[in-house]
């Protein structure tokens, strides 16, 4: 495991004075050279490794440390096309280089997205802009709402009435840790972030790591992927805005059954309200003394989607570039600071609660065997109703589309399901296939993290696997070859074939994704082929031209 | 346990990695390619290449793994060289090569291959089929160091640079900025070699298997004549070094991986400053001063000269009239000879090194305790410890190789202390610094015991069993004023309590010491308090634990094990004892041996002074400058009647002499240096010697012939076969030889069928049967109560990296470039108070003299405590340093001396 040195160093002065955190002050102060300098030396770490983690993020580097608003350039409101016009409406009241990009600000449902004020917002005319921008400095909420709905037993979805009451669950379990794992074994609950891997084991993992050399308990951490980076993917940002004791409690009580007294929460920087919401529920916890010594502590993405990647995730805490480790060790055995760690999703975290009250066989009587309990849905402006939707595992794909989306407004010829790395699954296909794991994955796509963008018909294929790359390449951390040289040679590629009078060599380009697909360390440069190899497939003749016949 | 390559079972190690696993059971370090693996550094997985296919059963559904970072599993089929393999390994190559210069993908035709130009030739050189797209063709290179330099556009990205910086040298100057296709690599903050904090270790050039890290010498792609390792001349670590040489010369230097002692790496010095062997300063013929100038001789004039001399001295005055200071930079044998020459052939024991200008106290002091005045353990001991508590030693200067390991276990989070007056990077990042003024060494262990006692955190089992006189020693902390102790050392006694209990509560602990512990008036004393301390909680005689010293030069251990030293013999035998004088005079064929012990240096001085002392031999030491109070020195040698001086160099010292016999540097000659864990390494010749130089050993045996005693071994110096003579002599190296020396050399005791050993005093049973606690109450040095009221500050003396004690040789090289100037680091508030600005020259002065140094504002030094370095005669520090010294072993006390300073 490399960075063993500066992790250890980061991990003396650790969550109270994360190193991280303090990188993203200095950045965002635009903080002159002498200060990360100091920073590094009072780190007792040298100048390179402030330089090499504040380089790294879009909200950190250099160059955009001078942006004022960011506009989302994320895949939905990409094909909407509102973000033209909104770059233009913007242009008029800052300078160009006072705007930056955002990669998706969760405002999939109506577009028109950008952040602004450390809030995020969507403004279809300059007035609407005008407005927002004159209300600079005023506290309060945002509009950002959208249709929540529900097809079965409400898990993720249903309202919770008092938080005392609902947190008194926890005492039935104090004693008897064991039994959570029991139920959550039972509930045959699997990870919300695309893996899919049964969360148990998580737990089981990590109590049984062994004692310290001094026979003591070692520090263990839960910490909560909240980078919901997939453009187009909201749920999570629903849960933390809407459902943050959901979360919170299913954290607080992995950390009571693992034997953690403490709780992470990384939640992307563009969602600003989900930031303050969430702080605002674990004030509250403390105020009403609802966890005892549990500690909950929120930290703040910069603006990179690799972090959702649960090992570039917790180098990014700890402060270091957030480049994706090798497994193994596992999270389990060596996590954040090197110690044993249960980290997962926000959605999988926010079934606990139900989960533990109703028993984890009540859970998996809903949706199939395999694929047990609910899963949220986002659906994008396309859709006559947009929205948030708990579904039940194996509900009808068309259900979801026709029933709850209303159908979509205009002509679509496919759906990008489960973010940027999740299948391209063209229109005719939808009838066949069900919400749930393997359904998915046995017809070549994926259940991700259910995420859906739908790809207008006029909208050119060629310009969608051209993001994906792009997307693919802006994002990567570096680190392996195939995906730090691969996908910005594929961009490349594509970009030529556009362009210019050059066709792709067929083979190359196979080889490429193949390179990318079996090569790459990690789920990024090892998921983009999937959706490219789905368009090649079903998008055939409009593809064609732009590569050698043989 | 089996898994299966290529369908064939085979056993596995527990945790092996598949690369691991298929290099050994193919015995083909080249069985599966790689890129950014590197088997010092931690298993990354950025290239790629290493990809296996690994099924859970025979010809079953198979996925891609990087065998690099995939532990083997229990019936794992691995399949290493499928075409699906070849294809991926082929495609990766090729998008590397889109970014990598054309020119480089072959080697140049008088340069051998780089092991990347070896790993795509390997894999199959692909036709790039990618258009020309954005790539890092036009970084410029950064030729902003003296040895290093960076030619990014040849960077492929594999990240070893990086991981070496931090992961083999505990620093982390070398980072990677940016994200994706635009990252690269940087220094320190984005900026040029030089301006960053490098340390120049060069392990980077070593790792990086391209050509985008090179040094000057363009180590990595020499296609030498030959390549030669031998043992680096620059400390007490012994790092073992591969030397190429072309047409005689030396021409580059890389650390061999398969070396125990520095597993593939060295320092700047070891690595890059071997210039010096060639340069026009050195000595290349015999001289001798006539009329106060010196002329050229020949080999037979020099030697006749000296023969006739001191025979003439020793008919007048008695062969106690010649002493001799032999040199712990020159080989086993060549000391050996020495004191031999010294001892036989003259028949005085006035015989003394320069170790007792640095370790005396050490080997006395444990002696004293254990009985072996010696590293109880190894250094790789460091990965088995729990703590490690560092006193009077900034091993990341001095001993760069050993301080590395010890940085990474403090960067690791191991329990740190460090005593040191001076805030060094290892006391910044150490659990406790215990930041004693200066020559309070004694209270302050006084203190650690006080508490370790007062917390009942003692092992009494061991000290039951094992040792003797605990209880008095018990009595005497017990009853100490803790309150008191606090002001005189400055340290508060809540801070020394709680590093005490850090260190008692600790499985293992290791302790380590340099110079600042022995260079003192009370040094031998805090030797044994040291001792003590290891004792009282049962951290001796088991890995991971110990007392051990980290000697200065390369063979200062050595030389004292080959009797350099007044009082005992080769092999520590005392000389006033008749039986042992029994047993040299046999050994050595001479009818008797002297027999009283001899002078110590600082005696020989005094001695010389009263026109005692007549003749002084040195070989290999610059005595007027590294000896204390320079001005006595120099009134010492104007005594003397004849001064010999084997030299490299014109030295202070030589400019003095009647005779210079010009000697030839380690690179060309044999011997053996024994470094700091009592291992015995081969010094191999590497090129002829240059001019008309002598080897040291050669010139003793050449003179002693003329004094009448033909070396037995015969009269061309043999390093092998003295070393058999020695075996014969010194009963705990009866089984050396240089044949069983091999690569890696023998940790003495050296038994009779030459097994080794790694550890002494193996589960308590000491050296000298029983461990022996001393106990002593601190006592100002004469220095502070003498001269302290009107010279207000202590001045303490170290070294820097760069340069190796008097500089002689790393001045001649590019290190003279990096650091070229002793500076005085002052407390920036204690420099104002007089009004001196950062950066100014003042005047330092003592109750000996003044000197002119420039001084750095530095808040590593508290006020009142200045320090500075001896490296550059230009400043000349030893002309204020005085002559207080250990009082059991003289041991000047380098660190500590009475002086103030002023404007000029």
């Known amino acids: 495991m490399a960075n063993k040195n500066i992790r250890s160093l980061s991990s003396r002065k650790g969550l109270d004075d994360n190193l991280f955190e303090n990188i993203a002050e200095l950045s965002h102060k635009n903080a002159p050279k002498k200060d990360f300098q100091k920073l590094a030396k009072r780190f007792l770490v040298d100048d390179s490794v402030i330089v090499g983690t504040s380089s790294f993020y879009d909200f950190t580097r250099e160059e955009n440390r001078a942006k004022k608003i960011h506009v989302c350039s994320g895949t939905a409101c990409m094909v909407a096309k509102t973000q033209t016009n909104l770059q233009k409406n913007i242009e008029k009241h800052f300078k160009k280089e006072e705007i930056g990009h955002a990669a998706c600000v969760g405002h999939c449902h109506t577009n028109n997205a950008f952040m602004f004020d450390d809030k995020t917002f969507s403004a279809a005319t300059n007035e609407e802009l005008t407005e927002i921008l004159s209300m600079r400095g005023q506290s309060g909420t945002p509009n950002n709402s959208y249709n929540i709905a529900s097809n079965t037993t409400p898990v993720l979805t249903s309202k919770i009435e008092k938080v005392s009451n609902f947190y008194a669950l926890s005492e039935k379990f104090k004693a008897n840790p064991q039994q959570v794992i029991q139920e959550l074994k039972t509930s045959n609950l699997r990870g919300r972030g695309g893996a899919g891997f049964p969360f148990w084991f998580k737990l089981d993992a990590v109590i049984k790591e062994p004692l310290n050399a001094t026979g003591e308990e070692t520090q263990k951490y839960i910490v909560c992927n909240a980078d919901e980076g997939d453009p187009g993917a909201y749920s999570d940002m629903y849960l933390l805005e809407h459902q943050p004791h959901k979360v919170l409690f299913g954290m607080y009580m992995s950390g009571l059954s693992v034997g953690a007294d403490t709780g992470v929460l990384y939640i992307r920087g563009e969602y600003p309200d989900s930031i303050r919401i969430v702080s605002n529920a674990i004030q509250e916890l403390k105020d009403n003394k609802l966890i005892g010594n549990f500690k909950f502590k929120i930290i703040r993405g910069q603006g990179s989607y690799v972090c959702g990647e649960e090992t570039a995730l917790l180098n990014s805490i700890e402060g270091l570039r957030p480049e994706v480790r090798v497994r193994p060790p596992y999270p389990t055995q060596y996590g954040l600071y090197g110690k044993p760690t249960v980290l997962s999703n926000v959605e999988t975290f926010a079934n606990i609660h139900w989960i533990l009250e109703n028993g984890g066989a009540a859970y998996a009587s809903l949706g199939t065997k395999l694929s047990t309990g609910t899963k949220l849905v986002s659906l994008d402006s396309f859709f006559n109703a947009p929205g948030i939707y708990e579904i039940e595992m194996g509900t009808p794909l068309a259900t979801v589309f026709n029933e709850f989306g209303k159908g979509v407004k205009s002509d679509i010829k496919a759906f990008q399901l489960g973010g940027p790395l999740g299948g391209i699954i063209p229109m005719h296909k939808i009838e066949e296939l069900s919400l749930d794991f393997e359904s998915l994955k046995s017809n070549g796509f994926l259940l991700g993290h259910a995420s859906v963008v739908s790809i207008p018909t006029d909208f050119p294929m060629i310009k969608f696997l051209e993001h994906l790359l792009e997307f693919t390449a802006d994002e990567s951390c570096g680190k392996c070859y195939p995906c730090r040289i691969g996908s910005f040679r594929g961009m490349e590629l594509l970009q030529k074939a556009q362009n210019e009078d050059y066709k792709i060599d067929q083979h190359l380009f196979a080889d490429l994704l193949e390179t990318l697909e079996i090569g790459s360390l990690c789920a990024l440069g090892g998921g983009v082929p999937l959706p490219i190899k789905n368009g090649l497939m079903y998008f055939k003749e409009e593809l064609n031209q732009y590569f050698t016949s043989n | ?904």
């Open chain 2, 1 to 904: 346990m089996k898994a299966f390559i290529n369908n064939i079972a085979y056993d596995f190690i527990t945790g092996e990695t598949i690369l691991d696993f298929v290099r050994r059971i193919e015995n083909n370090k080249n069985a599966i390619p790689t890129m950014c693996q590197d088997n010092r550094l931690e298993n990354f997985g950025s290239c790629r290449v290493c990809s296996v296919e690994v099924a859970l059963q025979k010809d079953g559904p198979t996925k891609t793994m990087a065998s690099c970072h995939t532990p083997v599993t229990k019936d794992l089929y691995i399949y290493h060289n499928t075409e699906k393999i070849k294809r991926l390994r082929k495609n990766i190559v090729e998008l590397v090569l889109s970014d990598y210069p054309t020119d480089k993908v072959f080697p140049a035709e008088d340069k051998k291959a780089t092991p990347f130009q070896e790993t795509i030739a390997q894999i199959g050189i692909p036709n790039v089929r990618y258009p020309e797209g954005e790539n890092h063709l036009e970084l410029e290179p950064d030729r902003s160091h003296p040895y290093i330099k960076s030619d990014l556009s040849q960077c492929i990205n594999c990240f070893r640079c990086v991981r070496a910086c931090e992961e083999i040298q505990g620093e982390m100057i070398l980072g990677m900025s940016g994200r994706g296709f635009a990252t690269n690599i940087i220094k320190g903050f984005d900026e040029t070699f030089d301006e960053s904090a490098c340390v120049s270790c060069g392990a980077c050039v070593q790792t990086c298997p391209t050509e985008a890290l090179t040094d000057k010498f363009e180590t990595k792609t020499l296609i030498a004549d030959k390549t030669v390792r031998t043992t680096c001349t620059y400390c007490g670590v012994g790092c073992q070094l591969d030397v190429s040489v072309i047409d005689g010369k030396i021409r580059g230097i890389q650390a061999p991986e398969t070396a125990e002692v520095n597993e593939g790496h060295t320092c700047l010095k070891g690595r890059f400053a071997f210039q010096f062997y060639d340069h026009p300063d050195r000595l290349r013929e015999p001289m001798i001063k006539k009329n106060g100038k010196f002329e050229e001789v020949s080999w037979d004039e020099a030697y006749d000269f000296i023969a006739h001399k001191l025979i003439d001295i020793k008919n007048r005055h008695g062969a106690d009239s010649i002493g001799a200071i032999s040199s712990s930079r020159a080989t086993n044998e060549e000391n050996y000879l020495m004191q031999k020459m010294i001892r036989a052939a003259i028949g005085t024991n006035n015989i003394d090194g320069c170790a007792r200008v640095c370790h005396a106290p050490t080997a006395y002091g444990m002696q004293e305790s254990f009985g072996t005045g010696a590293a109880t353990n190894s250094i790789e001991d460091l990965k088995q410890t729990d703590a490690i508590f560092l006193f009077g030693a900034n091993p990341l200067k001095a001993h760069p190789v050993t301080g590395a390991k010890i940085k990474q276990a403090f960067m690791k989070g191991v329990t740190s202390i460090v005593v040191d007056p001076i805030k060094t990077s290892l006391a910044e990042l150490a659990d406790f610094h215990l930041q004693i003024r200066p020559g309070t060494n004694v209270a302050i262990l006084n203190m650690i015991a006080h508490y370790i006692i007062k917390e009942n955190l003692v092992n009494q089992h061991f000290i039951d069993a094992y040792t003797e006189k605990y209880e008095e020693f018990k009595a005497h902390v017990e009853n100490l004023d803790m309150d008191e102790l606090e002001t005189l050392t400055g340290v508060s006694k809540a801070l020394v309590r709680k590093a005490a209990i850090a260190y008692a509560k600790s499985e293992r602990a290791m302790e380590f010491h340099g110079l600042g512990v022995t260079e003192h008036f009370q040094g031998s004393k805090t030797v044994m308090l040291l001792s003590n301390l290891a004792m009282m909680t049962g951290n001796i005689g088991k890995h991971g634990v110990g007392l051990n010293p980290l000697r200065g030069q390369n063979n200062v251990q050595g030389a004292a094990d080959m009797g350099v030293q007044p009082h005992q013999g080769a092999g520590y035998m005392d000389v006033n004892n008749p039986e042992n004088q029994k047993y040299y005079a046999e050994k050595y064929g001479v009818e008797k041996m002297p027999e009283f012990e001899g002078l110590k240096i600082p005696e020989m001085l005094d001695a010389a002074i009263e026109g005692k002392l007549k003749a002084l031999y040195i070989m290999g030491e610059d005595t007027i400058m590294t000896d204390p109070n320079t001005n006595h020195s120099i009134k010492a040698f104007e005594n003397l009647e004849l001064i010999v001086v084997q030299e490299l160099f014109m030295t202070a010292t030589t400019r003095m002499a009647d005779v210079v016999l010009p000697a030839s540097s380690y690179f060309e000659k044999n011997g053996t240096f024994t470094n700091g864990e009592r291992r015995v390494q081969r010094v191999n010749k590497v090129i002829e010697p240059i001019g008309n130089t002598k080897p040291d050993g050669q010139m003793v045996i050449d003179v002693m012939s003329r004094l009448g005693y033909d070396q037995p071994t015969g009269l061309t110096y043999d390093a092998a076969k003295v070393i058999e003579e020695i075996a014969d002599v010194i009963p705990f190296m009866k089984g050396l030889s240089w044949e069983r020396l091999g690569e890696n050399g023998l940790q003495w005791p050296i038994k009779e069928d030459g097994t080794d050993t790694k550890m002494l005093h193996i589960d308590g049973h000491f050296k000298k049967g029983i461990g022996t606690f001393h106990h002593f109450d601190f006592e100002e040095s004469p220095e502070i109560s003498s001269h302290g009221e009107k010279y207000p500050f202590i001045l303490t003396t170290g070294r820097e990296l760069e340069h190796y004690n008097s500089g002689t040789m790393t001045r001649r090289t590019d290190n003279q470039t990096i650091l070229p100037k002793d500076v005085l680091e002052v407390h920036p508030r204690d420099a104002k108070e007089k009004g001196i600005k950062d950066n100014e020259t003042v005047r330092i002065f003592s109750d000996r003299g003044s000197v002119h140094v420039p001084i750095k504002y530095s808040k590593n030094v508290k006020r009142g405590v200045l320090r500075t370095t001896f490296h550059q005669p230009e400043v000349f520090i030893n002309l204020i340093t005085g002559s207080v010294g250990d009082k059991e072993t003289m041991t000047p006390e380098y660190k500590v001396v009475a002086v103030d300073f002023e404007r000029i």
